[in-house]
């Protein structure tokens, strides 16, 4: 199980579909865990009700139909499904208006969907994803790549209020891939994964929206700058190894 979930961690996530598929068939003992542990890149669909793009994953899914975050009904349409309380369901809403923002303004467009459910320790988990498609064909603004996603999954487990404190945990996954393809540089690909987890016991006067957006927005940001050391970093570093600048071959090649 620990070796499959380290390869998984390693394969492009355009490929961890495929790969996650055959080490099911391989080791169906451990599948449910497997299910429940890896990340795989999120899918879209369309609300015809609410004319809203949504976000598929394990946490708005019963059966194989999905619950639209925008309409709260399931598509295809399921009887006997799950929903959150009446309560949570307001604050879903509001929810996906508000990170719906914070999705523009940090990804310049995408996709985004909130999802809320009750749990076993009278307390709640919340699921706040974001897709962005910044291929050329995609709804990307500025189409600098041949393709391109990013996938954010970030899920918050709150505890039961006492005191009028709460205890979060947060879990966020970031999956990134991309492709160029330039005359001078040729085509060059970049894709891998990132996984951290952030827990905290906050006061509830300002809500639970604020205190989760804060604790997203701080992770998101170091899941970011940890993305741009590690494989932006690195692999500009080994290219200017392998194919140094033209000014710094001159700078290297000895007086005549």
């Not at 809203?52 to 059966?63: P, Q, T, V």
């Not at 291929?135 to 006492?162: M, T, Y």
């Not at 500009?236 to 140094?244: D, F, I």
Request: hydrophobic share 35%; glycine share 8%.
């Amino acid at each position: 199980m620990e070796a499959a979930l380290g390869l998984l961690r390693r394969m492009p996530p355009k490929q961890s579909e495929t790969a996650l598929s055959a080490l099911l068939s391989l080791i169906p003992q451990h599948s449910s865990d497997l299910l429940s542990q890896v990340d795989l890149p999120l899918q879209v669909l369309r609300d015809i009700e609410s004319g809203k793009d949504f976000i598929l994953c394990e946490y708005n899914r019963d059966a194989d139909s999905y619950r639209s975050p925008w309409s709260n009904k399931y598509l295809p349409p399921l009887e006997d499904a799950l929903y959150p309380s009446s309560e949570l369901r307001n604050l879903e809403v509001e929810a996906n208006d508000i990170f719906a923002i914070y999705r523009d303004q940090y990804y310049e467009g995408g996709i985004s969907s909130v999802y809320m459910w009750e749990d076993d320790n009278e307390g709640f988990v919340a699921c706040f994803l974001i897709k962005k498609d910044g291929s050329k064909s995609g709804h990307g603004r500025r189409g600098c790549l041949e393709e391109g996603a990013w996938d954010a999954i970030h899920v918050i487990q709150v505890g039961p209020e006492e005191e009028e404190m709460a205890q979060y945990c947060l879990t966020s996954t970031i999956m990134l891939s991309l492709t160029t393809d330039d005359e001078s540089s040729g085509k060059f690909g970049l894709s891998g994964s990132i996984r951290r987890q952030m827990k905290m016991e906050l006061a509830v006067a300002d809500g639970h929206l604020c205190n989760m957006g804060r604790m997203i927005e701080e992770l998101e940001g170091k899941l970011r700058n940890s993305l741009d050391q590690v494989y932006f970093g690195k692999t500009r570093e080994m290219v200017c190894t392998l194919r140094p600048p033209a000014e710094i071959v001159q700078m290297r090649l000895p007086d005549t």
